[in-house]
Nanobody, 118 residues
């Protein structure tokens, strides 16, 4: 099995920035699509962003487009989520996920909290 470990969450003020990281186990990291999801209190888990194996193709949910940037470093088995201009609506547990195709993710991390204060 693949293990995914997120880090970088915390408490920030509205309008601030935060950078999340996700480190994956194994030597086949470059074979996977990577994605970020989030789940706010009382709501269902939602898609945030994904990136293909080479890093040349990215996609974002409308709610974060223009504010968040996903990237990856295959040499370090790591995917990042740079979050700028944070809003209270961004408060959630953020999860890292991996899959062999862009629409299916079979491996998930434990999540990291992101809380935005007013």
């Amino acid at each position: 099995q693949v293990q995914l470990v997120e880090s970088g969450g915390g408490l920030v003020q509205a309008g601030g920035s935060l950078r999340l990281s996700c480190v994956a186990s194994g030597r086949t990291f470059s074979n996977y699509y990577m994605a970020w999801f989030r789940q706010a209190p009382g709501k269902e888990r939602e898609f945030v962003s994904r990136i293909n194996q080479s890093g040349g193709s990215t996609y974002y949910a409308d709610s974060v487009k223009g504010r968040f940037t996903i990237s990856r470093d295959n040499a370090k088995n790591t995917v990042f989520l740079q979050m700028n201009s944070l809003k209270s609506e961004d408060t959630a547990v953020y999860y890292c996920a991996a899959g062999v195709v862009s629409s299916s993710y079979g491996y998930w991390g434990q999540g990291t909290w992101v809380t935005i204060s007013s």
